[in-house]
Protein backbone atom coordinates (compact mmCIF):
# COMPACT_ATOMS: atom_id res chain seq x y z
CA UNK A 1 0.00 0.00 0.00
CA UNK A 2 3.09 2.22 0.94
CA UNK A 3 3.87 2.33 -2.67
CA UNK A 4 0.82 3.63 -4.15
CA UNK A 5 1.07 6.48 -1.71
CA UNK A 6 1.53 10.19 -3.56
CA UNK A 7 4.99 10.57 -2.65
CA UNK A 8 5.93 7.13 -3.46
CA UNK A 9 4.56 6.00 -6.87
CA UNK A 10 5.41 9.30 -9.54
CA UNK A 11 9.15 8.48 -8.01
CA UNK A 12 9.10 5.10 -9.41
CA UNK A 13 10.35 6.28 -12.78
CA UNK A 14 12.81 7.84 -12.00
CA UNK A 15 14.94 6.01 -9.56
CA UNK A 16 14.16 3.30 -12.01
CA UNK A 17 16.05 5.02 -14.21
CA UNK A 18 18.90 5.94 -12.26
CA UNK A 19 19.09 1.91 -11.09
CA UNK A 20 19.42 1.12 -15.24
CA UNK A 21 21.51 3.06 -16.26
CA UNK A 22 20.90 5.22 -19.78
CA UNK A 23 22.20 2.14 -21.83
CA UNK A 24 20.15 -0.58 -23.11
CA UNK A 25 20.38 -3.65 -21.34
CA UNK A 26 17.93 -7.12 -21.26
CA UNK A 27 14.94 -7.91 -18.91
CA UNK A 28 16.96 -10.23 -17.07
CA UNK A 29 19.70 -7.80 -15.92
CA UNK A 30 17.18 -5.01 -15.50
CA UNK A 31 15.34 -7.56 -12.94
CA UNK A 32 18.62 -8.34 -11.44
CA UNK A 33 19.70 -4.76 -10.74
CA UNK A 34 16.02 -3.98 -9.67
CA UNK A 35 15.92 -6.94 -7.38
CA UNK A 36 19.32 -5.54 -5.67
CA UNK A 37 17.91 -2.37 -5.38
CA UNK A 38 14.75 -4.06 -3.40
CA UNK A 39 17.19 -5.89 -1.19
CA UNK A 40 19.18 -3.26 -0.53
CA UNK A 41 16.09 -1.71 1.36
CA UNK A 42 15.00 -4.53 2.77
CA UNK A 43 18.51 -4.81 4.22
CA UNK A 44 18.13 -1.60 6.12
CA UNK A 45 15.05 -1.88 7.22
CA UNK A 46 15.73 -5.15 8.62
CA UNK A 47 18.39 -3.77 10.43
CA UNK A 48 15.99 -1.11 12.23
CA UNK A 49 13.48 -3.68 12.79
CA UNK A 50 16.68 -6.03 14.65
CA UNK A 51 17.76 -2.60 16.35
CA UNK A 52 14.06 -1.18 17.46
CA UNK A 53 12.94 -5.13 18.97
CA UNK A 54 16.52 -5.84 21.02
CA UNK A 55 15.65 -2.50 22.66
CA UNK A 56 12.20 -2.88 23.34
CA UNK A 57 13.23 -6.52 24.84
CA UNK A 58 16.00 -5.09 26.96
CA UNK A 59 13.13 -2.71 28.38
CA UNK A 60 9.96 -4.72 28.16
CA UNK A 61 8.49 -4.86 31.11
CA UNK A 62 8.90 -0.80 31.61
CA UNK A 63 7.21 -0.52 27.90
CA UNK A 64 4.05 -2.34 28.86
CA UNK A 65 3.49 -0.13 31.83
CA UNK A 66 0.21 1.47 31.47
CA UNK A 67 1.31 4.86 31.18
CA UNK A 68 4.39 4.37 28.68
CA UNK A 69 1.57 2.24 26.70
CA UNK A 70 -0.82 5.73 26.79
CA UNK A 71 2.61 7.55 25.79
CA UNK A 72 2.87 4.99 22.70
CA UNK A 73 -0.71 5.42 21.68
CA UNK A 74 -0.37 9.13 21.72
CA UNK A 75 2.41 8.85 19.54
CA UNK A 76 0.48 6.87 17.13
CA UNK A 77 -2.51 9.17 17.12
CA UNK A 78 -0.27 11.55 16.12
CA UNK A 79 1.69 9.60 13.23
CA UNK A 80 -2.03 9.10 11.79
CA UNK A 81 -2.68 12.87 12.16
CA UNK A 82 0.30 12.83 9.19
CA UNK A 83 -1.23 10.90 7.08
CA UNK A 84 -4.38 13.09 7.52
CA UNK A 85 -2.76 15.96 6.65
CA UNK A 86 -2.13 17.21 9.85
CA UNK A 87 1.24 18.22 9.07
CA UNK A 88 4.16 16.72 7.40
CA UNK A 89 6.94 14.16 9.30
CA UNK A 90 10.03 13.50 7.40
CA UNK A 91 13.89 13.63 8.14
CA UNK A 92 15.68 16.69 7.98
CA UNK A 93 15.97 18.63 4.72
CA UNK A 94 20.03 19.07 5.11
CA UNK A 95 20.06 15.24 6.41
CA UNK A 96 17.97 14.04 3.54
CA UNK A 97 20.08 15.69 0.80
CA UNK A 98 23.17 14.51 2.17
CA UNK A 99 21.90 10.99 2.13
CA UNK A 100 20.81 11.30 -1.63
CA UNK A 101 23.86 12.69 -2.40
CA UNK A 102 25.57 9.46 -0.95
CA UNK A 103 23.29 7.34 -2.65
CA UNK A 104 23.72 9.19 -5.85
CA UNK A 105 27.41 8.51 -6.20
CA UNK A 106 26.72 4.79 -6.60
CA UNK A 107 27.30 3.54 -10.07
CA UNK A 108 24.18 2.88 -11.75
CA UNK A 109 23.75 -0.67 -13.60
CA UNK A 110 26.58 -2.31 -11.20
CA UNK A 111 25.00 -5.01 -8.35
CA UNK A 112 27.26 -3.47 -5.55
CA UNK A 113 26.44 -0.29 -6.33
CA UNK A 114 22.77 -0.63 -6.87
CA UNK A 115 22.24 -2.66 -3.82
CA UNK A 116 24.14 0.13 -1.76
CA UNK A 117 22.18 2.96 -3.33
CA UNK A 118 19.22 0.64 -1.82
CA UNK A 119 20.21 0.64 1.40
CA UNK A 120 20.93 4.38 1.44
CA UNK A 121 17.97 5.31 0.09
CA UNK A 122 15.58 3.71 3.32
CA UNK A 123 16.54 5.83 5.23
CA UNK A 124 15.10 9.14 2.95
CA UNK A 125 12.13 8.44 4.47
CA UNK A 126 9.33 10.74 2.39
CA UNK A 127 6.45 12.14 4.33
CA UNK A 128 4.24 9.26 2.75
CA UNK A 129 6.30 6.96 4.44
CA UNK A 130 8.00 7.87 7.36
CA UNK A 131 4.78 7.80 9.84
CA UNK A 132 4.14 4.54 9.22
CA UNK A 133 7.71 3.04 9.32
CA UNK A 134 7.54 4.80 12.76
CA UNK A 135 4.42 3.03 13.68
CA UNK A 136 5.96 -0.25 12.89
CA UNK A 137 9.15 0.20 14.02
CA UNK A 138 7.11 1.62 17.79
CA UNK A 139 4.95 -1.53 17.36
CA UNK A 140 7.91 -3.95 17.19
CA UNK A 141 9.68 -1.70 20.12
CA UNK A 142 6.37 -2.88 22.23
CA UNK A 143 6.65 -6.13 21.31
CA UNK A 144 10.60 -6.82 22.21
CA UNK A 145 10.27 -10.00 19.89
CA UNK A 146 13.59 -9.79 17.55
CA UNK A 147 12.19 -12.42 14.87
CA UNK A 148 8.92 -10.22 14.73
CA UNK A 149 11.15 -6.97 14.06
CA UNK A 150 13.09 -8.55 10.99
CA UNK A 151 10.38 -10.39 9.86
CA UNK A 152 7.98 -7.22 9.78
CA UNK A 153 10.21 -4.88 8.81
CA UNK A 154 11.43 -6.92 5.74
CA UNK A 155 8.20 -7.15 4.71
CA UNK A 156 7.03 -4.03 4.35
CA UNK A 157 10.48 -3.29 2.53
CA UNK A 158 9.40 -5.70 -0.13
CA UNK A 159 6.04 -4.43 -0.21
CA UNK A 160 7.38 -0.68 -0.75
CA UNK A 161 10.00 -1.99 -3.05
CA UNK A 162 7.33 -4.51 -5.36
CA UNK A 163 7.13 -1.11 -8.60
CA UNK A 164 10.74 -1.09 -9.05
CA UNK A 165 10.52 -4.86 -10.03
CA UNK A 166 7.25 -3.81 -12.20
CA UNK A 167 9.49 -1.99 -13.96
CA UNK A 168 12.31 -4.12 -14.32
CA UNK A 169 10.64 -6.50 -16.04
CA UNK A 170 7.48 -5.17 -17.24
CA UNK A 171 8.22 -1.17 -18.10
CA UNK A 172 6.47 1.56 -17.19
CA UNK A 173 2.84 0.53 -18.71
CA UNK A 174 2.19 -1.81 -16.13
CA UNK A 175 2.05 0.53 -13.41
CA UNK A 176 -0.85 1.85 -11.97
CA UNK A 177 -2.05 5.55 -13.46
CA UNK A 178 -1.44 8.59 -10.89
CA UNK A 179 -4.95 9.91 -9.49
CA UNK A 180 -6.92 11.31 -6.30
CA UNK A 181 -6.80 7.61 -5.47
CA UNK A 182 -3.45 7.70 -4.02
CA UNK A 183 -4.38 10.38 -1.52
CA UNK A 184 -7.35 7.84 -0.32
CA UNK A 185 -4.67 5.13 0.18
CA UNK A 186 -2.24 7.61 2.57
CA UNK A 187 -5.40 8.48 4.35
CA UNK A 188 -5.97 4.52 4.82
CA UNK A 189 -3.01 3.74 6.44
CA UNK A 190 -4.19 6.84 8.74
CA UNK A 191 -7.40 4.79 9.77
CA UNK A 192 -4.76 1.46 10.19
CA UNK A 193 -2.29 3.25 12.71
CA UNK A 194 -5.55 4.37 14.72
CA UNK A 195 -5.99 0.97 15.65
CA UNK A 196 -3.28 0.26 17.13
CA UNK A 197 -3.93 2.16 20.69
CA UNK A 198 -7.03 0.16 20.27
CA UNK A 199 -4.72 -2.84 20.38
CA UNK A 200 -2.32 -1.19 23.24
CA UNK A 201 -4.76 -0.37 25.56
CA UNK A 202 -6.84 -3.06 25.26
CA UNK A 203 -6.05 -4.66 28.35
CA UNK A 204 -6.12 -1.50 30.78
CA UNK A 205 -9.23 0.69 29.67
CA UNK A 206 -12.71 -1.15 30.22
CA UNK A 207 -14.24 -2.94 27.72
CA UNK A 208 -16.87 -0.24 26.99
CA UNK A 209 -14.71 1.74 25.53
CA UNK A 210 -12.35 -0.17 23.41
CA UNK A 211 -16.19 -1.61 22.05
CA UNK A 212 -16.80 1.87 21.48
CA UNK A 213 -13.52 3.07 19.99
CA UNK A 214 -13.48 -0.27 17.25
CA UNK A 215 -17.08 1.08 16.54
CA UNK A 216 -16.10 4.33 15.72
CA UNK A 217 -13.06 3.58 13.80
CA UNK A 218 -15.06 1.01 11.51
CA UNK A 219 -17.74 3.36 11.27
CA UNK A 220 -15.30 6.46 9.89
CA UNK A 221 -13.24 4.70 7.96
CA UNK A 222 -15.91 3.24 5.94
CA UNK A 223 -17.79 6.57 5.58
CA UNK A 224 -14.52 7.84 4.10
CA UNK A 225 -14.45 5.06 1.95
CA UNK A 226 -17.83 5.15 0.73
CA UNK A 227 -18.18 8.79 0.29
CA UNK A 228 -15.04 9.41 -1.46
CA UNK A 229 -15.67 6.16 -3.67
CA UNK A 230 -19.46 5.76 -4.77
CA UNK A 231 -19.68 7.97 -7.82
CA UNK A 232 -23.12 9.79 -7.32
CA UNK A 233 -24.50 11.86 -4.49
CA UNK A 234 -27.93 9.33 -4.46
CA UNK A 235 -25.51 6.43 -3.41
CA UNK A 236 -23.77 8.42 -1.39
CA UNK A 237 -26.97 9.57 0.56
CA UNK A 238 -27.90 5.66 1.11
CA UNK A 239 -24.70 5.16 2.68
CA UNK A 240 -24.92 8.26 5.06
CA UNK A 241 -27.69 6.31 5.79
CA UNK A 242 -26.35 3.02 6.51
CA UNK A 243 -23.40 4.18 8.89
CA UNK A 244 -25.63 4.21 11.72
CA UNK A 245 -25.94 0.97 11.15
CA UNK A 246 -22.70 -0.14 11.18
CA UNK A 247 -21.93 1.54 13.95
CA UNK A 248 -24.82 -0.54 15.99
CA UNK A 249 -23.25 -3.63 14.06
CA UNK A 250 -19.74 -2.93 14.78
CA UNK A 251 -20.74 -2.64 18.38
CA UNK A 252 -22.33 -6.09 18.80
CA UNK A 253 -19.24 -7.42 17.50
Known sequence: GLALTPCMLPMYPILSAIILGRGAISTGRALALSLA???????????????VASIGAG?????QHPLMLGLFSLLFILLAAAMFGAFELQLPGALQQRLQRLAGAQRSGSLPGV???????????????????????????????????????????????????????LGPRWLPKRGIWMHRVKVCF???????????????????????GWSLL????SGYLLLTLLPSPRLRVVALLLLPQLAVGSWQW
Open 59 to 63: LQAWL
Open 37 to 51: YVQGMALTYTVLGLA
Open 218 to 221: ITTA
Open 115 to 169: LLMGAISALVCSPCTTAPLSGALLYVAQSGDLWLGAQVLYALALGMGWPMLLLGT
Open 190 to 212: GFVLLAAPLLLLGRWLPEWLIRG
